[in-house]
C-alpha cells in the first residue's frame, strides 16, 4: 500500500473537567483511533502515515496519558467513552469508523455498546471483553515498581517483553530505540496517569452486554500476544454478534507497530470492503 503523506493539523484541548486532548487530519471517512495503556496518540503515527488518503483521521490522548488531563479521583472505562463521544461531538462527527488497540478496544466496546448510532465499522486489535486478574496484578506491580523507585530504562525493557515478539525483542537496535524514545517523551505518562487508567481497566467488564454492539467487527489478534491471549481475544469476538476474528501468526501485542504495513492493509481491507 502506498504511504501518503498527510498534514498535521495543529492539535486542540477540549476544555472541561477533565482536558481532552485531540487531532484531526485530512478529509473523507471518519476513522477514529484509541490508543492504549500508558500510550497516547502519537502511538498510532506509523499507521497514520501508511493509511490511504481517503480518511479523515481523529486522534486523541485517553484521559491520565500525553497532552490531556490527569483526573483527581478514579474514573472508568465508560467515562473514557464520553471523552470519545466529545472529540466526535467537537469534530462535528456523526458517525465514524472506531479502532481501538488494547486497552483503546476497551473504550471502543463501551462507545460501541453506548452510542451504536455513532459507530460505523469497528475494529478492536489486541482486546478482550474483561481484563484477566493476571493482567491487573501485573499492571499493579509495574505501578508500584516504579513508585518505590525503580529504573525508568529497566521498567520500560521489562514492558517490551509483553508487547512485542521473540523475534523483535531480539533486534536489540529496536528495544534500544524504543526504549530512548520512551525516556525523552516529553509527554511520558505520569504514574498519577498510570495508576487511574490501570484502575480503570481493571473494573471494566463487558461481557453480557456486547450483544448491543451493532457495528460490522473485526476482532484482530497476534497469535504470539501474551498480554491478551489469543483465546481471550477470540471469546470476545465470539460475544460480538456477526464479528469477524483473524488471528497473525507470529505477531504479539503491538500489531499495528511489528507489522505496520500488514496490520494497515487488514484494516483498511475490512473498512472499505461492501
Request: with cysteine; proline share 4%.
Amino acid at each position: 500500500m502506498t504511504t501518503h503523506e498527510r498534514r498535521t493539523h495543529k492539535g486542540e484541548k477540549l476544555p472541561g473537567e477533565v482536558a481532552i486532548y485531540c487531532e484531526s487530519r485530512g478529509e473523507g471517512a471518519p476513522l477514529l483511533l484509541i490508543a492504549g495503556l500508558g500510550t497516547d496518540s502519537s502511538n498510532w503515527n506509523g499507521v497514520i502515515a501508511r493509511l490511504p488518503k481517503q480518511y479523515r483521521i481523529l486522534t486523541l490522548d485517553n484521559r491520565g496519558a500525553g497532552r490531556s488531563s490527569i483526573p483527581g479521583k478514579p474514573y472508568s472505562v465508560i467515562e473514557m467513552a464520553e471523552d470519545v463521544l466529545r472529540v466526535l461531538d467537537h469534530f462535528k462527527v456523526g458517525r465514524a469508523h472506531v479502532l481501538g488497540h488494547s486497552l483503546g478496544g476497551f473504550i471502543a466496546q463501551e462507545l460501541a455498546i453506548r452510542y451504536p448510532e455513532r459507530v460505523d465499522r469497528l475494529v478492536l486489535s489486541s482486546t478482550a471483553a474483561v481484563s484477566s486478574g493476571r493482567n491487573n496484578e501485573l499492571f499493579l506491580k509495574f505501578y508500584r515498581d516504579l513508585a518505590q523507585g525503580g529504573d525508568l530504562e529497566a521498567w520500560l525493557r521489562e514492558w517490551t517483553r509483553w508487547l512485542f515478539s521473540p523475534s523483535v525483542l531480539s533486534r536489540e537496535s529496536f528495544v534500544a530505540a524504543l526504549v530512548k524514545r520512551g525516556i525523552r517523551d516529553r509527554y511520558r505518562q505520569q504514574l498519577p496517569g498510570f495508576k487511574g487508567q490501570i484502575d480503570a481497566v481493571a473494573s471494566f467488564d463487558a461481557r453480557g452486554r456486547l450483544g448491543g454492539i451493532k457495528a460490522r467487527t473485526l476482532v484482530l489478534e497476534g497469535g504470539e500476544d501474551v498480554l491478551i491471549l489469543p483465546e481471550e481475544a477470540e471469546a470476545l469476538s465470539k460475544m460480538i454478534p456477526g464479528s469477524v476474528y483473524r488471528c497473525i501468526p507470529a505477531v504479539a501485542h503491538s500489531i499495528h507497530m511489528e507489522e505496520r504495513e500488514v496490520f494497515v492493509n487488514i484494516v483498511h481491507g475490512f473498512l472499505a470492503a461492501e
